[in-house]
């Protein structure tokens, strides 16, 4: 099934309206293309972003209650370890 399509208007500056325009002729596509591109990009990017807080912000109040963490200089070393002959295993939270 197919998603619901609706129009929606969005008032741009004259300056950038003639630069979609110009980018729209480089790249072959058209302004509402463009502009369609764009802010799926930009709602990916900041519900990524809005997730990577929320995950943050849920770890932190964790180690508040637990008070169990891995030291920077624990997974430094762990990470350095990648893609040699003496990998380490990943260190535990203590």
């Known amino acids: 099934m197919q998603a619901q399509v609706k129009p929606m208007a969005i008032k741009l500056p004259q300056q950038e309206r003639d630069r979609l325009q110009q980018l729209g002729v480089v790249k072959k596509r058209s302004a509402h293309w463009l502009a369609k591109e764009a802010i799926t990009q930009f709602l990916d990017r900041e519900e990524a972003a809005e997730q990577f807080k929320q995950e ?6 964790g180690y508040c209650r637990a008070g169990k963490s ?3 200089d624990a997974v430094m070393s762990w990470l350095e370890s990648w893609g040699t002959d ?3 295993e990943a260190p535990k939270c203590g």
């Open 86 to 88: 003496n990998e380490r």
């Open 56 to 61: 943050s912000v849920a770890r932190w109040e």
């Open 70 to 72: 891995v030291s920077n």
